[in-house]
T-cell receptor
Framework: QKEVEQNSGPLSVPEGAIASLNCTYS??????FFWYRQYSGKSPELIMF????GDKEDGRFTAQLNKASQYVSLLIRDSQPSDSATYLC??????????FGQGTTLQVKP | NAGVTQTPKFRILKIGQSMTLQCTQD?????MYWYRQDPGMGLKLIYY???????DKGEVPNGYNVSRSTTEDFPLRLELAAPSQTSVYFC????????????FGPGTRLTVL
């Protein structure tokens, strides 16, 4: 089992819809969870991070964490074509290093 | 602040050649990292450093070496380049806690032929 798993997609949603991106992780000792956005040919940039169970909202983005189910998700409301990118889930394990999933490609169609 | 800078942006190497990828940060971050990203994949940690003079291996260290003589610089050395090292290499840095956000450089696209 991979340490951090994401569906590679592509996930296709119409403009204005809610995009839901999911990530599962295997290490129960994981402490913090990050969502990075990566445009094609560019470096990753941080969108959200979450440490505690529940929801964390920032503008159109909501991160959700369920440690019991070892599951973290990212919701993007009112999706825009500019949101089209690859979204990387990263988990900070007990070793202190970030483990990245392979990323989910999101396509927002006008 | 320039953030994290990397040079070169692109490089083509022949099998068996060596090179050094440069990484510099101006945010006074103690933690620095080197990742590689293969097409359609996530990031794999090669080496990391928690401060000047301290380095440690990540998931995929074979074929690479690093040094950290200053807080600002964290070069990655490739010895005897192989086609399997064809990838995009990202350098990143973060604050004093590993729980802090990692800031990434623009990347170096390396092809080994």
């Amino acid at each position: 089992q991979k340490e951090v798993e994401q569906n590679s997609g592509p996930l296709s949603v119409p403009e204005g819809a809610i995009a839901s991106l999911n990530c599962t992780y295997s290490d129960r000792g994981s402490q913090s969870f990050f969502w990075y956005r990566q445009y094609s040919g560019k470096s990753p940039e941080l969108i959200m991070f979450i440490y505690s169970n529940g929801d964390k909202e920032d503008g159109r983005f909501t991160a959700q964490l369920n440690k019991a189910s070892q599951y973290v998700s990212l919701l993007i409301r009112d999706s825009q074509p500019s949101d089209s990118a690859t979204y990387l889930c990263a988990v900070n394990t007990y070793t202190g290093k970030l483990i990245f999933g392979q990323g989910t490609t999101l396509q927002v169609k006008p | 602040n320039a953030g994290v800078t990397q040079t070169p942006k692109f490089r083509i190497l022949k099998i068996g050649q060596s090179m050094t990828l440069q990484c510099t940060q101006d945010m006074n971050h103690n933690y620095m990292y080197w990742y590689r990203q293969d097409p359609g994949m996530g990031l794999k940690l090669i080496y990391y450093s928690v401060g000047a003079g301290i380095t440690d291996k990540g998931e995929v260290p074979n074929g690479y070496n690093v040094s950290r003589s200053t807080t600002e610089d964290f070069p990655l050395r490739l010895e005897l380049a192989a086609p399997s090292q064809t990838s995009v290499y990202f350098c990143a840095s973060s604050g004093t806690s590993v729980l802090n956000e990692q800031f990434f450089g623009p990347g170096t696209r390396l092809t080994v032929l």
